[in-house]
């Protein structure tokens, strides 16, 4: 078996063992990445011909043993190009470290130099948004990997990564996980720190693992979890030892079903595999009941409204004046036009238009202030199911994977495509998707698992049983 | 002039906090631009603010020493704008819930007090300095990030005399609360003003005017006077007032249109999302209000009162707080229950030599018991009044005592009669003119002999007795 395809803890064993090192991890990796990424395109920027494998000796220290991770390329590492797959941000090397990145360091992990590829500044749910065009999903190469994180599972799920980081707004980290069928965590909003994170929407972006399990997931998410004093939101409370949670039993565990989940939009086959995955839960002890989250249907029109504001704010920064591209003109007023025409890519735009109009005077207190009064409605639903259940399972989407350019011409389509996974991120709770079988064609399904806010140990105790006891995850896209 | 004039003035005000409003960086002046930087100030992508609690601290004191209602709950919102003086092209500032609003200003303006009343004071951050050389603009971002305060007055003031008094009164208050610099030349106190006429009976107010790029509270005065000039003349002629921004030019001595204003801005302000909301606690209000210092208007009533100043000495003593707290420690220190003589001492020599040295009276080094003890000196005639003061100005300049400078320099006031008569004598016989013009009844005949004595003695006789001593003289001859 090549070291390539391992989860991160299956290769730190064989670390401790001596069986092997970081540096042929790495090779191997590198191996792989120049053997499928020319077909899959998980990394934004490919290396100059002749510089895989990579010449750099990863650090050995710290519990990771300079283990490599692949990171998204809104994340911010020191000296690296990060630049948000935008042209905008072009030549963008950030002068300082994301806090996630310096803890991860800090554990011994060797950040890997190519950043993942996703839809410019994460918006998007198919990462064809790209400037450096799409990735495609490594099941079906003509298919999309999910988005906006869908270099880094793709990267996950072709072997070209032990393990990466992504970002979730809206879904980023578990549809492109359900697409690819592998685990992804949306962390509760305020338990990992977003200093360094290239804010899309600030009030619901979290930076989150994508692994090949979910003891991978546990690990991941205790080394970036915790307080940062340089992020306001960040939250501050003692980080729990998520692996303790892994014990592989959930007998009582409550579980609720919203019915608003389960209605037409829903693919026949993608809710027959839930629906199996929702009986192997009750065959483990779990209790299942149907709950209602009343305001389900609202989640996507408030979504893109607050979502779209604050992004229209987050990227006004981009305009040529310090850093990334710029556009030469005569005048100020004129570079700033070029730069951002010519920078920004159209769904970029098209964002940035929505949310400078609900913020406009005469606007706000119809759009922006009304969906924050619904987004707490949102939370106050989510609150009220929490109070007599452990967690919520539902498909992670809606769909397996769809066709490369299927929705691209389509918004309203494509933002459809987060149904299921948007009303997390407007309650800042925790969802993790876990892979639950495919469809006829052979596509991964996710299963998306909910819990009240801080509630990870319950998340991975309970999808950490569901993989042990089904094995999903052990199937490997054939390329 | 037929219309009544109606002005409001908008401070910005530099916090003089250790570290910038939402990172760590210093908040030195004059260092080496770009120098003063990390990714927050400069709004480098990921980077994130967060508030400075001393910032926040001075905000609330300020805002307490102006009567203001202290908000509970109070949160930060984006002000968003394109200008590359402002690298996230937002401003942190705060909308519609500032950490205080309803506060006043009591004032004396021309004679009469008055209440000016101070719409709402909030905090944001500064924006960066454009230099522009040539056809070239340089931007320093030292200053971004740097807290501000904007104080916005009500359209309370109806001369530009009142938005004079306003801001010095202001200015006074703030340097005793010890938040902010106040020096409008280093720009750490900016002030735009809006104003307008009307007729005295009308209801609305007049289309307004706002005046930018004053640089001191004169220029302030002088671009208000113009401003009320141009708009009566346009108004006499039936004309109308364009509202419009309008910039100072302190060469020309003339405002000068900069921009019309087509409706109001939109800054498409909302909360920002990585600052969140926050609650002011009763008991950090409580705290900071136990910590305010006497203010000016309290103290000047107090030195009143438990001194006998009069009320003119009381407020040019309490012009600055550490001035004042000298001036008491001197008044309080003089051994005698009339405090006139240390008082005019304070306000007499003592002040003429820190204005001649550009400093506060308590900026010059001296101890405050040394000037008691000149002024005992003179008091008890061991020095004329006239040495004394050369003594003072020679103590600041080489910071050797009152008695050290008086040996050294032979100053010791001659009161011994027998070493005055024979002086007394001679101006007597070289002066008989003004001898004669005394016997004749000519009272001032005394002063200018008494003055050719203390020519001759270099100041040092004692002028009183000299006094008598020639009266005595020339009535029994």
Not at chain 1, 64 to 81: A, F, R
Not at chain 1, 436 to 444: D, E, H, I, N, Y
Request: proline share 5%; glycine share 8%.
């Amino acid at each position: 078996m090549e070291l390539n395809s391992l989860t991160a803890h299956e290769v730190l064993k064989k670390i401790n063992a001596q069986e092997t090192s970081s540096k042929e991890v790495l090779a191997s990796l590198c191996g792989r990445i120049e053997k499928v990424d020319s077909l899959v395109n998980a990394y934004a920027r490919k290396p100059q011909e002749g510089t895989l494998p990579l010449n750099l000796a990863p650090e050995t220290g710290g519990i990771l043993k300079g283990l490599p991770i692949s990171v998204k390329d809104n994340i911010c590492t020191q000296g690296i190009l990060t630049e948000c797959c935008s042209k905008i941000l072009q030549g963008f090397k950030p002068p300082y470290e994301a806090t996630v990145i310096r803890k991860l360091k800090d554990a011994g992990a060797f950040i890997f130099p190519l950043k993942a590829n996703m839809d410019e500044f994460a918006f998007g749910s198919s990462t064809e948004n790209s400037y450096f065009g799409p990735t495609h999903n490594p099941w079906d190469l003509e298919r999309v990997p999910g988005g906006s994180s869908g270099g880094s599972a793709a990267a996950v799920a072709s072997n070209q990564a032990i393990w990466a980081l992504g970002s979730d707004t809206g879904g980023s980290i578990r549809q492109p996980a359900s697409f690819c069928g592998v685990v992804g965590l949306k962390p509760t909003y305020g338990l990992v720190s977003r200093y360094g994170l290239i804010a899309f929407a600030s009030s619901l972006d979290q930076i989150g693992p994508l692994t090949k399990d979910v003891q991978d997931a546990a690990v991941l998410t205790g080394i970036i979890a915790g307080y940062d004093p340089a992020d306001s939101t960040s939250v501050n409370r003692e980080v729990p030892n998520y692996t303790k949670s892994l014990t592989g039993e959930i007998k009582g565990l409550k579980i609720g079903i919203p019915r608003e989940y389960f209605v037409e939009g829903l693919d026949a086959e993608v809710r027959e595999v839930v629906e199996e995955a929702i009986a192997k839960f009750k065959e483990l002890g779990a209790t299942v009941a149907q709950v209602s989250l009343p305001h389900t249907e609202y989640a996507i029109p408030v979504y893109y409204i607050i979502a779209t504001a604050e992004a229209s704010s987050n990227l006004a920064r981009f305009d040529g004046v310090q850093y990334g591209y710029r556009a030469s003109s005569e005048n100020l007023i004129e570079m700033y036009k070029a730069t951002r025409a010519q920078g920004f890519g159209q769904e970029a735009k098209r964002r940035i238009l929505l949310g400078t109009f609900v913020l406009s005077h005469g606007y706000y207190d119809a759009y922006y202030l009304r969906a924050l009064k619904v987004r707490t409605l949102i939370k106050t639903d989510f609150d009220n199911v929490f109070k007599d259940f452990d967690c919520i399972v539902t498909p992670t989407s809606p769909t397996g994977a769809f066709k490369i350019g299927e929705r691209a011409t389509d918004p309203l389509k494509m933002y459809l495509s987060d149904i299921y996974t948007i009303s997390v991120n407007l309650a800042g709770i925790p969802a993790i998707s876990v892979p639950c079988g495919f469809t006829g064609k052979g596509l991964p399904v996710g299963l998306q698992i909910m819990a009240k806010p801080f509630g990870e140990e319950t998340l991975f105790k309970a999808a950490h049983a569901y993989e042990q006891n089904t094995g999903w995850h052990k199937i490997k896209a054939k390329i | 002039m037929k219309y009544q004039t109606v002005i409001g003035l908008e401070v910005h005000l530099q916090l003089n906090t250790r570290t910038k409003a939402f990172c760590g960086c210093s908040t030195d002046f004059g260092k080496t631009p770009n120098s003063n930087v990390c990714p927050v100030c400069l709004g480098l992508p990921g980077s994130l603010p967060v508030y400075n609690r001393q910032a926040l601290n001075f905000a609330i004191k300020l805002a307490l020493a102006f009567n203001c209602q202290i908000q509970e709950y109070t949160k930060f919102d984006r002000k968003n704008y394109f200008y590359p003086d402002l690298p996230k092209n937002y401003q942190i500032s705060q909308y519609d819930l500032p950490l205080s609003r309803n506060g006043r200003l009591d004032i004396f303006s021309e004679g009469q007090p008055k209440r000016i009343g101070i719409t709402r004071v909030h905090l944001e951050e500064d924006a960066g300095k454009l230099i522009h050389e040539g056809s070239e603009s340089l931007v320093d971002f030292n200053r971004t990030g740097i807290p501000l305060l904007e104080i916005v007055s009500e359209p309370d003031l109806n001369s530009p005399q009142e938005a004079f008094d306003y801001l010095t009164s202001l200015k006074n208050i703030i340097e005793y609360l010890d938040v902010s610099d106040c020096d409008m030349e280093k720009g750490s106190l900016r002030c735009d003003a809006n104003v307008s006429l009307r007729l005295p009976e009308a209801k609305e107010l007049g289309v307004k005017t706002e005046l930018k790029n004053m640089n001191s509270f004169k220029g302030v005065k002088d671009a208000l006077a113009f401003e009320v000039q141009r708009q009566s003349a346009i108004l006499e002629e039936g004309g109308t007032i364009t509202q419009e921004t309008r910039l100072w030019d302190a060469e020309s001595s003339k405002t000068i249109s900069m921009r019309t204003k087509e409706g109001a801005k939109d800054y498409r302000y909302f909360p920002d999302p990585d600052l969140t909301v926050f609650i002011i606690e009763r008991e950090t209000v409580s705290t900071i209000e136990k910590q305010l210092p006497e203010l000016p208007q309290r103290k000047i009533r107090r030195f009143v009162e438990n001194y006998g100043l009069t009320e003119y000495d009381a407020k040019i003593l309490a012009a600055s707080r550490k001035a004042a707290d000298f001036a008491e420690l001197c008044i309080r220190d003089f051994p005698q229950t009339d405090k006139k003589e240390i008082v005019n001492w304070l306000i007499g020599p003592l002040l003429s030599e820190a204005n001649q040295r550009k400093k506060h009276i308590d900026e010059l080094g001296l101890n405050h018991r040394e000037l008691i003890e000149l002024a005992l000196l003179v008091q008890k005639e061991e020095i004329s009044h006239l040495s004394a003061k050369t003594v003072l100005g020679q103590m600041l300049d080489t910071s050797k005592t009152a008695g050290e400078l008086i040996r050294e320099g032979n100053l010791g006031q001659i009161s011994d009669s027998a070493a005055l008569n024979g002086i007394i004598d001679t101006v007597i016989r070289e002066n008989l003119k003004s001898v004669n013009d005394f016997k004749a009844g000519k009272a001032n005949a005394l002063m200018y002999l008494v003055g050719q004595v203390m020519k001759k003695t270099a100041g040092k006789a004692n002028p009183k007795l000299v006094g008598e001593l020639i009266g005595r003289k020339l009535s029994d001859a």
